[in-house]
């Protein structure tokens, strides 16, 4: 079956502090990877990933996916207190479906 | 552009009733799906719907039913409710391509007592 791993799956830091996310995958097909970040209730979209080896950044946070070790990290660099939230790494099956990680809970402190 | 719209909130519902959701997707978006958040489970896929057709069902018992409309807008239903039906319920608009962008509404917070 299927499966999207995340780790770790709860993380508590010290703002300022740098933190990797990580996504590990058993799909067998899939058209893209994508981070969220949910604070409350609605996902919110951080990164779409399609293609191996290529960085996508957003202010202090950046992603890349790695299709051969089969994984994605996310960086979040100088960390504040606001980026406290649960992060979704997500793969798209065909046009139709997401199949969704556990989720890290980060938690950054003052 | 208006996002995605989930109705009711919240909702508190007791064993054995049924339930409707509602989510309206970003104007000009055909394709509707619908996800079961609870702590243990995460983010679960229900099912999708484009064009007023179901496309792709996931794991979920037959208590869990839904629909499109033709403007688009979706409802889900879940007849007989248990106790561990109790989860936030996602759904999410997407477009079409190459813009698979997935958005998602706030949600609905169903308790069953």
């Known amino acids: 079956e299927d499966k999207v791993v995340q780790s770790p799956l709860s993380l508590v830091v010290h703002e300022g502090d740098t933190v990797t996310l990580n996504c590990s995958y058993e799909?067998?097909?899939?058209?893209?990877l994508l981070w969220y970040k949910q604070e409350k209730k609605a996902p919110t979209f951080l990164f779409m990933l399609t293609s191996s080896g290529i960085e996508k950044k957003s202010g202090r946070l950046s992603s890349i996916l790695d299709k051969k070790e089969l994984s994605s990290i996310l960086n979040i660099t100088a960390t504040q207190t606001g980026d406290s939230a649960i992060y979704l790494c997500a793969l798209i099956q065909g046009a139709q479906k997401l199949v969704f990680g556990q989720g890290t809970r980060l938690t950054i402190n003052p | 552009k208006a996002g995605v719209t989930q109705t009711p909130r919240y909702l508190i519902k007791t064993r054995g009733q049924q339930v409707t959701l509602s989510c309206s997707p970003i104007s000009g978006h055909r394709s509707v799906s619908w996800y079961q958040q609870t702590p243990g489970q995460g983010l679960q896929f229900l099912f999708e719907y484009f064009s007023e057709t179901q496309r792709n069902k996931g794991n979920f018992p037959g208590r869990f039913s839904g629909r499109q409309f033709s403007n688009s807008r979706s409802e889900m239903n879940v007849s007989t409710l248990e106790l561990g039906d109790s989860a936030l319920y996602l759904c999410?608009?997407?477009?079409?391509?190459?813009?698979?962008?997935?958005?998602f509404g706030s949600g609905t917070r169903l308790t069953v007592v």
């Open positions: 799909v067998t097909n899939f058209r893209s």
């Open positions: 999410a608009s997407t477009g079409t391509a190459p813009n698979y962008g997935y958005t």
